[in-house]
Structure formats: C-alpha cells, structure tokens
C-alpha cells in the first residue's frame, strides 16, 4: 500500500486553469487514467512492410476518473459542489449550511484533480488532472459500515511532476468523521402522511447527462467544458423485510403513486448534519421474494423525478464548521 498517495481537488475559476488550492478527499482507488488515440495515415507506396513510424500522430483525449470514499460529516462541501448544479452557502453561530440543488442549468464549476502516486523508492510523483467535471455520482449505504460516494469526473488535460515544490498540500479538516449506517434514517411521504421506513440498503444513482467530447477544429485537441445534453437520470433503490408496514408500499408501486423520501444523516461531530430531500419518487418494482433460509424480502426500485412545483428534484443540506468551508472561487 502507498501509505503516502493522496487525493485532493479545488474548484477552477476558469475551466482547465489550474486551482492553487486542494481540499483532501481520502480515496479508496486510483481510477484516474489518461487516454490517447492514433491518427495514423497508410496508403500505396513502394516497399511498404506496414504503417510507417513517421505516420501516426498521438492525440490528447484527456481522461476519466473517480472519487470514491467514506461520506464525512465534515470537508465534503466541494465534492458535492462539484456533483449539484446549484450550490449555496450561509454561516451562523459558527457553522456553515451549504444547500445543494438539482436544477434546469448546471451551475457547477470545474475542478483540479492532483493525484500523488509514490514510487517504490518514495518517489512522490504527483500528476494534476485540470478540467475535471462531474459526470456521474452515487450514494450507498447498507448494514456493512461508512455511508459511501462515488463521483464520476471527466477532465481535459493531465501533467505530471516529481519537483516537491509543484505539488500542492491538501488541506484536510481538522477533526471529522464517517457517517455510518448507525447515523441514517429515512421517511417516507405517501401523500400527506410521512413515516419512518425500515430499510437495510438504500442507493442513489446520477447520470447528469453530460457531452463530454466537445472538440473543434481550432488547432489543438484540448476539449471545450462538457455541457448537458440529455436529461439527467436519477434512479435508486431500497431494501428492507416484507412486512405490514412495507405492504402499501409494493401497493404504491402497483398504482403508480409519487412518493417523497428523506434521508437524515447524523452527524458525529458536534453540530454536524446531513439531509437528502427527494420529493417526488416513483417506485419501480419489485414483487415481494420468499426464500426458504431468510426472511421475506422487499426491494424498491424508483426514479427520481421533478416535482413539477418549482422545487429541486433533489435538494442536499449540509451542515458543518465554518472552518472547514473554503470559500469558492469567483467565475467557474
């Protein structure tokens, strides 16, 4: 293990210019991986073996990669600015209240990436991915442990660098801890009656519906900013016993009913808080499955729709120290 990698981004004022400030995420893998094609020209010519080594042209399609790791109650603002298209922020008696928001325009700004991978030697090599926006993201929570996020990003350009004095500090919270499942509730909404559901597993999943290939004859092959192109998908699920409780609602899905849900997260320290607020799902499937060796279970598919009422289809509240909240950068 390479006890001394790590990972950090800050937001780019302007898309592909390198941030000057990291915030460090504790990663669970290194998926950051550059890509490049071959433009490669054959045609007749006298002694010709196969293609010529002066006839291909290496070409820069920058890359992708993913953050994935435990969700802290502390430190996760940006990578949550990076993933919603509308964020907002106030401070009160020491605490900071970002509102993150689903919206018609994403107004999410890029963001440097600088993975440092060591050597075997101990060489720390740190490579600076610039243009890095978000593509995709998943939340996961289940009996095993830590609540869990996942951010797909893709980004323009990559370099790289062993000269200690090019690579830039994360600057990681002071003191935060991992929302485990032991911190999570959810409630349902069945109409004007909202009730605590038991679950054992609960996922959300985001495609934000992103181009991410915007390149133009303009001399280089460095790509534009992605912009959206589709309609973003949000779909989950969740999974829990058969009970009375939970019959309604496999008769929920049946009829086709829009429900909301809320996921509570409590946080360890102090005044810390977390609320995922999703007012209109539509339940998928499934029927109720028996088994000879458990107990009857429930899964739950469901999309995650707007509401049609102004409101976001997916609004984040996230509570935590001002001291540990970065002011973002103008621009993005």
Known sequence: MALDASIGIGAEVDYGTAATALVGYEGKSDSWKVSREF???VGFRAGLQTARADRRTIVNMGGEGELELDLLDVGAAD?????FDKHTVTEAGGKATHIFETATFSGAPSFTAQMVRPTVEGTRVAYKHVGCVATEFSL?????GAVGIKVGFDFQDVSHTKTPAQILAPAYPADARAYDWTRVALTLKRGVASAPVDASKLEIKADL???TDRRFLRGNALKRKPVRAAVPSFEGSLEGEFTDATLPLYEAFLAGEILGLTIDLAGLTPGTSMKWELPAIQLTGESPEASVDDLTALKLPYRILDPGTGEPAIRVTYVEPVATSPA?????
Do not use: Q, T
């Open 39 to 41: 433009i490669e020209s």
């Open 209 to 211: 519906g992103l181009n």
């Open 140 to 144: 996961s929570a289940d009996l095993k």
């Open 79 to 83: 990578l949550l600015r990076a993933v």
């Open 328 to 332: 973002p950068p103008s621009g993005g």
